[in-house]
Structure formats: structure tokens, C-alpha cells
């Protein structure tokens, strides 16, 4: 369904069952729509990179299915130094005003609250929720499940399954309800729990953290997952 006061550019591929509600702006060439995506009026996607180094070049912004992109949010396309394409996956939800740069990559099951800002090259692995004014720094890394709170400025790596929060962000706890949510089993969360003590201990270096729980948590995935992102 295309609604009134569309705009659709040449060049520009549009799965089954999308809907355009009206006043969406749909740039290209190279942008890509799978099925049943849902778009509000105001949303501008695959308009050109904000990059002063684009020249034009043909560049592609790729979009999974099932997403819910809300009123005036922008998705840009890739650079050619970025390797061409910004790509977002499937069962997204963006809110008003939030904005993906270029070449980001973001996975399934993402959440940007009103107004979350994603630079530059920055990667969202799956499960991730941003909150309301959440600032990403580009090249930043946001480790699966994991949480930032409204107002975070984030300049660094996160790992997976913890909240951050805080300007600059750090990590202040974990995500128990993230968790929860995904379906991780009640072993394993009790295993990050138990990490996420180990790990964050007053006084102790990080490094030795990761030691310890690896010495006493090793053969659990999800806190293997999360001593890999530590290093």
C-alpha cells in the first residue's frame, strides 16, 4: 500500500505487504525494502550519506522485513570507503526521530526510541534497545541484548546483555529483563549474573575479572559471549 503524498525513486525496490503511509520518502538508487514493512509519514529512507568523502557514488541502504519505522525517522545509504551499504534487519523498531547513519549495521529485533542517533559504521547486533536521546559515536560496537539507557552518550564498545547508561556511558548493571525476553535460559542467567559481579568488582582491574569468571564459568555460551567482547 502506497498512501497519499509518497515519494518512491527510481531506482528503488519495494517488498509484498509494505505499507507507505503517506509522506514517506523513499531515495535511491540501491535502497531495498523486504515484506511487510511498515512505514509513518515523514520517514526518509536511503536519502545520501551525511559524508563529506561520498561523491555520488552508487551505494545501497538494504532493509530486512516485518520493521516499524515511525514518523520522521532517516536511514542513510553506505559509502563506498564504508563498503557501500547501510543494512538493518528484521522485526526493527525505530520511533520518531530516530536516525541510522551511514554504513551502520544493525540486527534483528533492535529498538531505537525516540530520537536515538546512530553514527557512522556503528554495529548493532541483535536484541539491542536504545533509549529515548540515546547518542551512538560512530565505529562503536553495541554487543547483543544489551541496554542503554535514555540520554546515554556511548563513545565506546558495549557488551552484550548489560545496561549502560550515563555521560560517557559505562556499564551500570545487567540486563535481567533483556534477558529474560530473549529467552535465555534461567541457568545461563544466573551464570551472568554471576559474571557480571566477577567482572564489575570494586577495585578490580577488568582484566582480572575476565580471568576469574572464565576460570569458574567456562562451557556457558552466553558467558563465553561475554568475556569474547571483553577481551
Given at each position: 500500500?502506497?498512501?497519499?503524498?509518497?515519494?518512491?525513486?527510481?531506482?528503488?525496490?519495494?517488498?509484498?505487504?509494505?505499507?507507505?503511509?503517506?509522506?514517506?520518502?523513499?531515495?535511491?538508487?540501491?535502497?531495498?525494502?523486504?515484506?511487510?514493512?511498515?512505514?509513518?509519514?515523514?520517514?526518509?529512507?536511503?536519502?545520501?550519506?551525511?559524508?563529506?568523502?561520498?561523491?555520488?557514488?552508487?551505494?545501497?541502504?538494504?532493509?530486512?522485513?516485518?520493521?516499524?519505522?515511525?514518523?520522521?525517522?532517516?536511514?542513510?545509504?553506505?559509502?563506498?570507503?564504508?563498503?557501500?551499504?547501510?543494512?538493518?534487519?528484521?522485526?526493527?523498531?525505530?520511533m520518531v526521530g530516530a536516525h541510522v547513519a551511514h554504513d551502520a549495521q544493525v540486527g534483528d529485533d533492535?529498538?531505537?526510541?525516540?530520537?536515538?542517533?546512530?553514527?557512522?559504521?556503528?554495529?548493532?547486533?541483535?536484541?539491542?534497545?536504545?533509549?529515548?536521546?540515546?547518542?551512538?559515536?560512530?565505529?562503536?560496537?553495541?554487543?547483543?541484548?544489551?541496554?542503554?539507557?535514555?540520554?546515554?552518550?556511548?563513545?565506546?564498545?558495549?557488551?552484550?546483555?548489560?545496561?549502560?547508561?550515563?555521560?560517557?556511558?559505562?556499564?551500570?548493571?545487567?540486563?535481567?529483563?533483556?534477558?529474560?525476553?530473549?529467552?535465555?535460559?534461567?541457568?545461563?542467567?544466573?551464570?551472568?549474573?554471576?559474571?557480571?559481579?566477577?567482572?564489575?568488582?570494586?577495585?578490580?582491574?577488568?582484566?582480572?575479572?575476565?580471568?576469574?569468571?572464565?576460570?569458574?564459568?567456562?562451557?556457558?555460551?552466553?558467558?563465553?559471549?561475554?568475556?569474547?567482547?571483553?577481551?
Open positions: 500500500m502506497v498512501g497519499p503524498l509518497c515519494h518512491v525513486a527510481a531506482g528503488v525496490r519495494v517488498g509484498d505487504g509494505c505499507e507507505l503511509l503517506g509522506s514517506v520518502t523513499l531515495l535511491g538508487p540501491g535502497t531495498r525494502l523486504g515484506r511487510r514493512n511498515r512505514v509513518f509519514p515523514g520517514a526518509v529512507l536511503g536519502a545520501p550519506p551525511q559524508d563529506r568523502s561520498h561523491r555520488g557514488e552508487p551505494t545501497v541502504l538494504e532493509i530486512g522485513d516485518d520493521n516499524e519505522v515511525r514518523e520522521q525517522v532517516t536511514i542513510h545509504r553506505g559509502t563506498a570507503k564504508g563498503g557501500g551499504a547501510t543494512r538493518v534487519g528484521s522485526r526493527c523498531l525505530f533492535v529498538i531505537l526510541t525516540n530520537l536515538a542517533t546512530l553514527g557512522g559504521h556503528v554495529v548493532v547486533e541483535p536484541h539491542v534497545v536504545c533509549g529515548g536521546h540515546v547518542a551512538v559515536q560512530p565505529f562503536v560496537r553495541l554487543g547483543r541484548g544489551c541496554f542503554l539507557a535514555g540520554g546515554a552518550r556511548v563513545e565506546r564498545d558495549v557488551p552484550p546483555f548489560v545496561i549502560a547508561a550515563g555521560d560517557r556511558a559505562r556499564v551500570r548493571a545487567l540486563n535481567a529483563v533483556g534477558l529474560e525476553r530473549m529467552g535465555v535460559p534461567s541457568a545461563s542467567r544466573a551464570a551472568l549474573e554471576r559474571a557480571f559481579r566477577i567482572l564489575w568488582h570494586k577495585g578490580r582491574p577488568l582484566s582480572e575479572g575476565v580471568r576469574l569468571a572464565r576460570a569458574e564459568l567456562a562451557g556457558d555460551a552466553y558467558v563465553e559471549e561475554l568475556l569474547g567482547a571483553l577481551g
